[in-house]
């Protein structure tokens, strides 16, 4: 095996520990919009609705303002365990992409006689996300300059070949990096946003649409009822018609589907803003966002006061998969982070980081979303976005929407939509099958992208492990 750029260019320990000195555990996207946040009460007692919906990420935020656009008389109550959007939906990258097969190969493996039909719904949707932020006036440093992938090891270079490829110069000529050896941009496909005001623009709209919102309100139980169902929190109750199940990297309500996800940390930092000579050494003047294609990768993009957001490499499982907030801290992915972060780019040495943060993706075996339903209908659920949720949750919403509407769509036709992955397996297995999974990713990476035995095998069989 042979290192990687990153070992090989790696900076000095001063430089690392100079950059991470001061910065704080906490998703710099919900600390930038602290003031802005509107919040919600406490459910208290019981409650009638027409639709309920567990969650207040993207996904619930979507399901709800698209079940009041479809039906403005429809009834809808959003409960959130802690507040809204702080989870996933608050401390992603803030990468919107169309695809909602987490990627051209994915999707053309999975489902090759509608990847075509899965590729236009992907760009629909993401067309139809700028519409209605543009339509709810909605600030959320919405910009739609596509992503560049980078090639950082010569393997990595075929891949790239074709349309949109940029050669070392090209490349270099978009963004200064001296590992980047070659490139491919793609210029429509992916939007940059701020999940922060995202999240705190959807919220609006959804109040201001009649949805009814609460906070510090988790599920606690799902029952059925005749002609309906009752979500019980801790202080209060919700009888409805049809229930959206949105908890991401949760336990499922549903326990047949606790094992078809689990939840892998991923971990970001956030630079100060750049000064006007610091961005120029690096250029980046369209501002794309970026990710390198080792199967460890990085994904980085400019904030509007050109800040970097650098983020990926490590996906951590810890054993049985709980979601905790003591996981949000982990030392030594931040100084990995900060390590590659100067190998990328060296001329930023003396620039510190102001937020480092964590949190969980809810990854499944197929890399993308599921749909299921449940109680004659009457639940219905969505998870597994595995890192590419921030576009495609709005995608589910209309699916589950489709799905508790009883509605026959070209969206609920979809092989993809109607099949459910194959479940992880059940501790004591998952935790060193994950953890030989990382291995052989790693080892993959060191040996020019060559997979072992383990890895083709889970290939054949349409299997894996990814954020």
């Known amino acids: 095996m042979r290192q990687t750029v990153f070992e090989r260019l790696a ?41 309920v919906i567990v969650g207040g990420g993207f996904l619930g935020l979507w399901t709800a303002i698209l079940a009041k656009e479809r039906s403005p008389a429809r009834s809808v109550v959003l409960l959130e365990g802690h507040t809204i959007g702080w989870a996933a939906s608050g401390r992603n990258g803030g990468f919107c992409d169309h695809s909602i097969t987490h990627g051209e190969e994915n999707g053309r493996t999975r489902w090759p006689e509608e990847f ?20 709810y006036g909605i600030d959320c440093d919405f910009e739609r300059t596509g992503v560049l992938t980078v090639a950082v090891e010569p393997y990595q270079d075929e891949a790239l070949r074709g349309e949109g490829y940029l050669s070392a110069e090209r490349i270099r000529a978009e963004v200064d990096s001296p590992t980047f050896l070659s490139g491919q941009w793609r210029r429509k496909t992916t939007a940059m946003i701020h999940p922060g005001k995202l999240v705190v623009g959807l919220a609006r ?24 169902m009752r979500v019980r929190t801790e202080q209060g109750s919700v009888e409805a018609w049809r229930v959206v199940l949105a908890t991401n990297a949760f336990p499922s ?15 970001a930092l956030m630079s100060a803003p750049l000064s006007a000579a610091q961005l120029a050494s690096i250029g ?12 460890q990768f990085h ?39 900060a390590s590659h972060f100067f190998t990328t780019f060296p001329q930023l040495q003396g620039l510190r980081f102001t937020h480092r943060w964590g949190g969980a993706i809810d990854t499944s ?17 969505a998870a597994g976005f595995t890192g590419l949720g921030v576009g495609a ?36 297995l998952t935790y060193p099958t994950v953890q030989a999974v990382r291995w052989s990713l790693n080892r993959a990476d060191h040996r020019d992208g060559r997979r072992n035995l383990l890895l083709r095998t889970l290939d054949a069989l349409g299997l894996g492990f990814d954020s």
């Not at 993009?301 to 982990?330: M, Q, S």
């Not at 197929?366 to 659920?381: I, L, P």
Request: hydrophobic fraction near 35%.
């Open 11 to 51: 900076p000095g320990a001063q430089v690392i520990h100079a950059a991470l000195e001061g910065s704080i555990n906490r998703p710099f996207w919900l600390d930038d919009v602290a003031d802005e946040r509107p919040s919600f009460p406490r459910l208290k007692g019981p409650q009638h609705a027409d639709l």
């Open 116 to 135: 075509d039909q899965l590729e236009a719904l992907g760009h629909q949707n993401l067309d139809e996300i700028e519409a209605t932020i543009r339509r």
């Open 205 to 228: 709209v959804a109040r201001d649409l009649g949805v009814r919102l609460y906070e510090h309100s988790a599920a606690t139980g799902l029952q059925e009822l005749p002609g309906g």
């Open 253 to 267: 309500l549903l326990r047949r589907y606790r094992f078809h996800t689990i939840p892998v940390y991923d971990y």
């Open 284 to 295: 980046w003047k369209n501002r794309q966002g970026i990710g390198d294609m080792a199967n």
């Open 299 to 337: 994904y980085y993009r400019l904030t509007r006061d050109n800040r970097i957001l650098f983020g990926g490499y490590d996906a951590v499982y810890r054993f049985r998969g709980k979601v905790d907030p003591k996981h949000d801290e982990r030392r030594e992915s931040f100084e990995r982070l």
């Open 365 to 381: 075996t197929r890399f993308c979303a599921f749909f299921t339903q449940a109680c004659g209908g009457k639940v219905s659920y």
């Open 393 to 428: 949750t709005r995608f589910a919403a209309n699916v589950l929407l489709d799905k508790s509407d009883g509605l026959q769509t070209e969206r609920t036709r979809l092989r993809m939509v109607r099949e459910v992955p194959m479940p992880f397996p059940p501790e004591p």
